[in-house]
C-alpha cells in the first residue's frame, strides 16, 4: 500500500494549511488513519488519529486547532490545520493500517510533506 501525501510549505504564524494523504494498492479496508509529525532533533510523535467509524484523537497541542477528516471511498485522510504556530514546523507524514485484499495486514507510511511556520 502507497501513501501519496501533499500541501505542505511555508506560512506565517497563525495562518492555515491543509494535508492530504491517499492511499492506494490493494486495500480491502483501511482500519486508522493518522498524521504523524516530526520536528528538527525531536521524535516523530502522533498528532491526530482518526478511526475507520469516525473516532478521533487529537495530541494536546494541536486540539482547536487542527481537524482531521477521511473519506472512505476515496481512501484519503486529510488534516486543515489553522492558527498555525513556529512549534508546528516539522516534517508531517500520514500513517494507515488495514488489510489487503488477501487479507494480509499493512501498515503504511507516506513520504512526509514539510510544515514551516516563519514569520
Known amino acids: 500500500v502507497q501513501l501519496q501525501a501533499f500541501g505542505g510549505g511555508l506560512v506565517q504564524p497563525g495562518g492555515s494549511l491543509r494535508l492530504s494523504c491517499a492511499a492506494s494498492?490493494?486495500?480491502?479496508?483501511?482500519?486508522?488513519m493518522a498524521w504523524y509529525r516530526q520536528a528538527p532533533g525531536k521524535g516523530r510523535e502522533l498528532v491526530a488519529h482518526?478511526?475507520?467509524?469516525?473516532?478521533?484523537n487529537y495530541a494536546d497541542s494541536v486540539k482547536g486547532r487542527f481537524t482531521i477528516s477521511r473519506d472512505n471511498t476515496k481512501n484519503t485522510v486529510d488534516l486543515q490545520m489553522n492558527s498555525l504556530k513556529p512549534e508546528d514546523t516539522a516534517v508531517y507524514f500520514c500513517?494507515?493500517?488495514?488489510?489487503?485484499?488477501?487479507?494480509?495486514?499493512?501498515?503504511?507510511w507516506g513520504q512526509g510533506t514539510q510544515v514551516t511556520v516563519s514569520s
Open positions: 500513517n494507515a493500517d488495514g488489510r489487503l485484499r488477501n487479507l494480509d495486514p499493512f501498515a503504511s
Open positions: 494498492g490493494s486495500i480491502r479496508m483501511i482500519n486508522g
Open positions: 482518526i478511526s475507520s467509524a469516525g473516532s478521533i
